[in-house]
């Protein structure tokens, strides 16, 4: 029995199906992709596919052939990248490939009587009967996935990275405190621009040089303080900090500038020498799981210890 075979739908189900999955795999990798080159990508797949009905193009289908055209397809897609970055979005093409492919499989298994050893016939069979719906249903999915799960891992990398403990070092002592990485602090001292990390006096009292351990002193006049410690080799790192929040429309806090700031970020210890320490005499939480606000803007100053 002949059976027809047309191009035109061949070709767009596969444009479809090419344009899907190097969409998601985008998404994946977070690497943004214009859509006229997702379309010269998914165009380039969908003429391979088509060689299929070309006499003598078997050399085309060996796996040498379909890896090189795997990997142009994703240059199309999204290069230039970084070596680690395009071989990210290329896994990530491999890996929805084939979760298009296992999906269609067992909507087919499930959908149909074929199971069992001696059933691979039928398998095969009942794939062949449910292609367009488990195509559409896989396609649905992967959509699902790639278009949720992005923002799923980035909320949850939000959630650890906002808690960052840090070790403070004044005159050689290092304090550990309780990170809040907090993308409403924008504190910055106004002279020197470098950021503020806003402490909990409790937090680093004892680091503190002497006239600073008295907690009056940060709720209290913080010039009369600076003006104490003058002469001191304490008074070229004392600053003044305008602020307007913590609970006050406008104040002025008392600064301290440290040897450096260290903390761990992807299992790497890393430092921040231009940064300035701001000393708060209230609480910041009551339940006690951070005593210091970190502008974010530290974290971008950080290079390895």
Request: proline content about 6%.
């Amino acid at each position: 029995m002949n059976t027809a075979v047309y191009l035109d739908k061949v070709f767009i189900g596969n444009l479809l199906v090419n344009g899907l999955i190097l969409w998601a795999a985008g998404r994946l990798g977070q690497v943004r992709v214009r859509c006229y080159r997702l379309l010269a990508a998914s165009c380039l797949g969908s003429g391979y596919s088509l060689a299929f009905f070309l006499p003598g193009a078997d050399f085309l289908f060996t796996f040498q052939a379909k890896i090189a055209v795997s990997l142009i397809m994703v240059a199309a897609a999204f290069a230039p990248l970084p070596p680690r970055r395009f071989l990210l979005c290329l896994s990530f093409f491999y890996l929805v490939s084939f979760a298009a492919g296992g999906a269609v499989i067992g909507f087919s298994y499930l959908a149909s009587r074929a199971g069992g050893p001696g059933q691979i016939g039928n398998l095969a069979a009942a794939v062949n009967a449910y292609l367009w719906p488990g195509l559409l249903l896989a396609l649905a999915l992967l959509w699902a996935g790639a278009a949720l799960l992005p923002g799923y891992f980035r909320s949850r990398q939000r959630i650890e990275v906002l808690k960052l403990p840090m070790t403070i070092y004044l005159d050689g002592r290092g304090v550990v405190v309780r990170g809040l990485v907090d993308t409403g602090n924008s504190l910055c001292d106004p002279v020197s621009g470098e950021p503020v990390v806003v402490v909990e006096h409790s937090a680093i009292r004892d680091a503190l040089p002497g006239p600073m351990r008295d907690s009056s002193a940060c709720a209290g006049d913080a010039v009369g303080v600076i003006e104490s410690m003058m002469g001191t080799p304490w008074a070229l790192r004392l600053r003044l900090i305008p602020f307007h929040s913590l609970g006050n429309d406008r104040g002025i806090l008392l600064g301290i500038k440290p040897d450096r700031v260290e903390f761990t970020r992807d299992g790497r210890v890393q430092k921040v020498e231009k940064v300035v320490v701001g000393i708060h005499g209230r609480r910041f939480d009551e339940g006690r799981d951070y005593n210091a606000i970190i502008n974010p803007s530290v974290l971008d100053r950080a290079i390895p210890a």
